[in-house]
Nanobody, 127 residues
Framework: QVQLVESGGGLVQAGGSLRLSCAAS????????MGWFRQAPGKEREFVAA????????DYADSVKGRFTISRDNGKNTVYLQMNSLKPEDTAVYYC????????????????????WGQGTQVTVSS
């Protein structure tokens, strides 16, 4: 199983940028697809972005497409989420997650596909 620790959250003004990092421990990180999800107060967790094990396939929620970029460095066991042009509605706790399966050539939006989750990092965007 992969252990995940997110970092990089904080308070930023609307229009600003943040880069989230998710450090993974465990031998299988480079074999797993990875995803970012978020949960705002009083709302359900929602999919943000995902990347395949090789980094060759990415997917984004419509709400962040064109503003957020997911990437990974398998040599550093880390996945990133670059967030630009942030909006107050991006305020949430952001979680990274690792796909249960290995070497899958698709990426998933469903949370149930992911077997390992980090503790989350708070992102707050002020207007």
């Amino acid at each position: 199983q992969v252990q995940l620790v997110e970092s990089g959250g904080g308070l930023v003004q609307a229009g600003g940028s943040l880069r989230l990092s998710c450090a993974a421990s465990g031998r299988t990180f480079s074999r797993n697809g990875m995803g970012w999800f978020r949960q705002a107060p009083g709302k359900e967790r929602e999919f943000v972005a995902a990347i395949s094990w090789s980094g060759g396939i990415t997917d984004y929620a419509d709400s962040v497409k064109g503003r957020f970029t997911i990437s990974r460095d398998n040599g550093k066991n880390t996945v990133y989420l670059q967030m630009n042009s942030l909006k107050p509605e991006d305020t949430a706790v952001y979680y990274c997650a690792a796909d249960r399966s290995e070497f899958v050539s698709v990426v998933a939006r469903r949370g149930a596909v992911y077997g390992s989750w980090g503790q989350g990092t708070q992102v707050t965007v002020s207007s």
